[in-house]
Structures are given as structure tokens and as C-alpha cells.
């Protein structure tokens, strides 16, 4: 088993205090967005026997475990986050895997260099995703029905903004909600600066269900991808509670400390709230033009008392165990990798001792037991 030295990524977005806190440590007073844990080349965690990629790559079948490699390839097929949003994240969505291997392919064909701002497909991989609140945590997810939507439009009281109300009326669900983000993706830059201003300054004065559109507004004065995320359901999950977030379902988190799940890839395609490249033909080519529930999961109990976030993808599974004062230790043991993180208490996993913000990586079929008073985090693979 191995305890891990993870990198905190400074993206702009990013809480000021929120990684500092959980961890104990003094804030930087430097944006601290995501702490990875993981094998991923860009910040791979850190251990006494080297960079955990390189670990990895040296004997995949050891670490890994033969089923894992089987089924994903000798790579450790998740990312595992702490994600700490003090101001909202780019709307966005992922390709489903059909869609990003074909993307990638095309890119590569067409010479598009890798680290090219206007670059889509980083690689071939889909990237569903889970996140788990450590605090309450607002986001976006997914579609609001047509005539919800047109009705949030329509109480804004914009002028300019009818011609989308009486779209999201008239249409059939999949052609009102494709119609209407075109529409405002591709409005004339100027006109559409005019309505998002104004859009923000009624969803201020009016507050309520218009607040967490009003808080997006004031970072992103005069972005479409404003007006965007009033089409999308507002989501606030309480700590313990998770959203996952599938193919096609356009997306933003607002606010909010959480642990965040994702299959190993970099595949992005973003709709607005960003100075980033948005390539609009292929966004709609990838968005699943459909009302959904946000879906909030609660984790299932088990006998054992692993309590599992229940998600349709094998490339990662999250749960976690709440240990009390005096209980039993937990066998962990499998035949698949595992990254534990504690995010509560004092924990130790095998010969391991946790705080907050610390995590371990346990080889396949390695020897783990997790004891102690404190809350852990377990992440490993369906295989």
C-alpha cells in the first residue's frame, strides 16, 4: 500500500480555502481548484516508489491486477478528485465513447496538435463522471422540460429573450431545446451581451429560483453560456449526496467542495461561461437534446457497511465506509486497484494513518483493512 502525494491544480475557478481547510493547512491565498489522485501523466500522484504512472507502467498486471488489465488496458482506468469550486466551471458536456473516438481520429488525421486551444478530443476516451458533496454543492445538470424552461425565460421579463420562450412552446422537446441553444450560441455577440445583461440584472432583483443564475451572471458578464444554463435544472446536493454525470448531458458546478470521479480522459466540449475555445457544430453533434432528472444518488448500505454511489459504467466505482469509535475493522481486500481517501476523522488503512485530504493507493490484491473514526472514500473498478 502506498500513500500518495497528490497536486493541487490552481485553475482560476477554484476555492481560495476549501482544500486548505479540509487538509489543515494554512490557505495560500492562491486559487486551489482539484487535488488529483490517480496515474493520470498530467499530475500523477506521487509515492516512495515513484510517480504512480510509473509504477504502474513498470508491472500493470502486479498493480492493476490481471482482470483490470483485461478489461481497460495496463492503465489505471480512473481519476479521483477533490474539487473545490468557489466560482462556477465552464458549461459543458462529454462524447460517449463512439463519439470521442471518432473525434480523436479526425483530429489526428487533420495534423490538429494535441495542445491546440482549439483542439477537442485530447483522446479516445469517454469521460463519465461522478461527484460527491463534502459541503452543500450547486451545480447544473441536464435539461429542464421545454415549458419549464420557457416559463423561467419568460419570468425574466428580457424583450429580447421571447423569441426562445415562444420557441420552447411551439416545438417538440428534442427540436425546442436544439433550436433555442443554437440560437443563443450562435446570436450576434453584441445583442447578445444587450440580453445577458439585462437577464442578469432581473435575475438579481428577483432572487429565489433566478439566484443561482444571478451568481453565474456576475462572473460571466455577457456570456450566451448564461442564458444556456437557464435551460438547465438546478441542482443542490447536500453533504453524502452525488450526481453523475453521463454522455451528451450538458453540465456546470457552481459552488461547492466535493469528491469527483471520472474515467481516465480529458474530453471536453464546452458550451459558454468560459474564455476557452467553443466549437458550436461540434457541441451540437455530441449534446443529448432531452428533458432529464438530475438523478441525485444516495449511497446504498450494504451488510458490511460499504455504502456504494450506484453508477451504469465500469471504469470507476465510488463508495465509502463511515467508521465509528470502537467498530470493526473493514477488509477491503480485492483483486482490482484502489485509492482510498479520508475525508473526516483519523483512519488508518493497513499500516497507512489517514487525515482529511490523504489518500492511498492499494495494489491489486494487496492486503486492506481500514480501521479508526473518520469517514473513507473508497475508488476502484467494476472488473
Known amino acids: 500500500m502506498d500513500r500518495l502525494t497528490n497536486t493541487v491544480r490552481p485553475y482560476a475557478w477554484g476555492s481560495t480555502t476549501a482544500i486548505a481547510e479540509l487538509l489543515g493547512v494554512e490557505p495560500t491565498g492562491e486559487p486551489q481548484a482539484e487535488m488529483w489522485m490517480g496515474a493520470h501523466p498530467g499530475a500523477p500522484s506521487r509515492t516512495e516508489r515513484g510517480p504512480l504512472n510509473e509504477v504502474i507502467d513498470e508491472d500493470p498486471a502486479r498493480e492493476l491486477g490481471p482482470r483490470a488489465v483485461a478489461k481497460f488496458g495496463p492503465r489505471l482506468p480512473f481519476l479521483l478528485k477533490i474539487l473545490a469550486a468557489g466560482a462556477p466551471l465552464s458549461l459543458q458536456v462529454h462524447p460517449n465513447l463512439e463519439e470521442a473516438k471518432e473525434g480523436y481520429e479526425d483530429e489526428e488525421r487533420r495534423g490538429v496538435p494535441v495542445d491546440a486551444p482549439h483542439r477537442n478530443y485530447k483522446d479516445a476516451n469517454h469521460k463519465p463522471e461522478l461527484i460527491c458533496a463534502?459541503?452543500?454543492?450547486?451545480?447544473?445538470?441536464?435539461?429542464?422540460?421545454?415549458?419549464?424552461?420557457?416559463?423561467?425565460?419568460?419570468?425574466?421579463g428580457v424583450d429580447s429573450l421571447k423569441p426562445y420562450v415562444d420557441l420552447l412552446h411551439a416545438k417538440p422537446e428534442e427540436a425546442a431545446l436544439r433550436e433555442v441553444l443554437t440560437a443563443v450560441l450562435t446570436a450576434d455577440p453584441d445583442d447578445m451581451a444587450k440580453t445577458v445583461a439585462e437577464a442578469?440584472?432581473?435575475?438579481?432583483?428577483?432572487?429565489?429560483?433566478?439566484?443561482?443564475?444571478?451568481?453565474?451572471?456576475?462572473?460571466?458578464?455577457?456570456?450566451?453560456?448564461?442564458?444556456?444554463?437557464?435551460?438547465?435544472?438546478?441542482?443542490?446536493?447536500?453533504?453524502?449526496?452525488?450526481?453523475?454525470?453521463?454522455?451528451?448531458?450538458?453540465?456546470?458546478?457552481?459552488?461547492?467542495?466535493?469528491?469527483?470521479?471520472?474515467?481516465?480522459?480529458?474530453?471536453?466540449?464546452?458550451?459558454?461561461?468560459?474564455?476557452?475555445?467553443?466549437?458550436?457544430?461540434?457541441?451540437?453533434?455530441?449534446?443529448?437534446?432531452?428533458?432529464?432528472?438530475?438523478?441525485?444518488?444516495?449511497?446504498?448500505?450494504?451488510?458490511?457497511?460499504?455504502?456504494?454511489?450506484?453508477?451504469?459504467?465500469?471504469?470507476?466505482?465510488?463508495?465509502?465506509?463511515?467508521?465509528?469509535?470502537?467498530?470493526?475493522?473493514?477488509?477491503?481486500?480485492?483483486?482490482?486497484?484502489?485509492?482510498?481517501?479520508?475525508?473526516?476523522?483519523?483512519?488508518?488503512?493497513?499500516?497507512?494513518?489517514?487525515?482529511?485530504?490523504?489518500?492511498?493507493?492499494?495494489?491489486?490484491?494487496?492486503?486492506?483493512?481500514?480501521?479508526?473514526?473518520?469517514?473513507?472514500?473508497?475508488?476502484?473498478?467494476?472488473?
Do not use: W
Open 134 to 156: 463534502l459541503t452543500p454543492f450547486d451545480g447544473l445538470c441536464g435539461f429542464r422540460a421545454p415549458d419549464e424552461a420557457a416559463e423561467l425565460l419568460a419570468g425574466l
Open 200 to 383: 442578469a440584472a432581473a435575475a438579481e432583483r428577483l432572487g429565489g429560483a433566478y439566484a443561482p443564475y444571478a451568481a453565474v451572471a456576475r462572473h460571466y458578464p455577457g456570456d450566451p453560456g448564461v442564458i444556456a444554463a437557464l435551460l438547465l435544472n438546478h441542482v443542490r446536493l447536500q453533504p453524502g449526496e452525488a450526481m453523475f454525470l453521463g454522455a451528451g448531458v450538458p453540465h456546470a458546478y457552481i459552488e461547492g467542495l466535493g469528491v469527483e470521479i471520472m474515467a481516465n480522459s480529458d474530453n471536453v466540449l464546452r458550451c459558454g461561461l468560459t474564455p476557452k475555445h467553443v466549437d458550436v457544430p461540434e457541441l451540437l453533434r455530441v449534446v443529448r437534446f432531452e428533458a432529464t432528472d438530475p438523478g441525485v444518488l444516495r449511497p446504498e448500505a450494504s451488510p458490511d457497511g460499504e455504502e456504494v454511489y450506484e453508477t451504469p459504467i465500469d471504469e470507476f466505482r465510488l463508495s465509502r465506509f463511515v467508521l465509528s469509535e470502537g467498530g470493526a475493522a473493514h477488509d477491503l481486500t480485492t483483486e482490482t486497484p484502489q485509492i482510498l481517501l479520508c475525508t473526516a476523522g483519523a483512519v488508518r488503512a493497513g499500516d497507512v494513518a489517514l487525515t482529511p485530504g490523504q489518500s492511498a493507493f492499494v495494489p491489486a490484491g494487496e492486503k486492506a483493512e481500514v480501521s479508526g473514526t473518520g469517514t473513507v472514500f473508497r475508488a476502484t473498478v467494476v472488473a
